[in-house]
Nanobody, 123 residues
Framework: VQLQASGGGLVQAGGSLRLSCAASGRTLSSYGMGWFRQAPGKEREFVAAISSIGGSTYYADSVKGRFTISRDNAKNTVYLQMNSLKPEDTAVYFC?????????????????WGQGTQVTVSS
């Protein structure tokens, strides 16, 4: 499985970005998907997750109400819409494929990871 994340960039505080993660090598419709992020000097942390058919979503408290995860199984792609961005959202964002079909917060529940896309929010 290969995951290609894109859509990162530099944005001012209060702005928006939409990340995409396209998969190849496996049909994702049977698997939950997640987004994580890692800031310099910090551990990789959970951001958001979505179940296999998109009926369930789960967010970290720090992004709840600002970020929205979605998926298009016909395109084998998952998205992360990020609004009202803050400087503390600055990180490399990674998408991942879960082992199961539901929503998962732990990194240990994910088997495949993308290469990451940089998001930088200036104040």
């Amino acid at each position: 499985v290969q995951l290609q994340a894109s859509g990162g960039g530099l944005v001012q505080a209060g702005g928006s970005l939409r990340l995409s993660c396209a998969a190849s090598g496996r049909t994702l419709s049977s698997y939950g998907m997640g987004w994580f992020r890692q800031a310099p000097g910090k551990e990789r942390e959970f951001v958001a997750a979505i179940s296999s058919i998109g009926g369930s979503t789960y967010y970290a408290d720090s992004v709840k109400g600002r970020f929205t995860i979605s998926r298009d199984n016909a395109k084998n792609t998952v998205y992360l819409q990020m609004n009202s961005l803050k400087p503390e959202d600055t990180a490399v964002y990674f998408c991942a494929v879960a082992r199961g079909s539901y929503v998962y917060r732990s990194r240990l529940q994910y088997d495949y990871w993308g290469q990451g896309t940089q998001v930088t929010v200036s104040s």
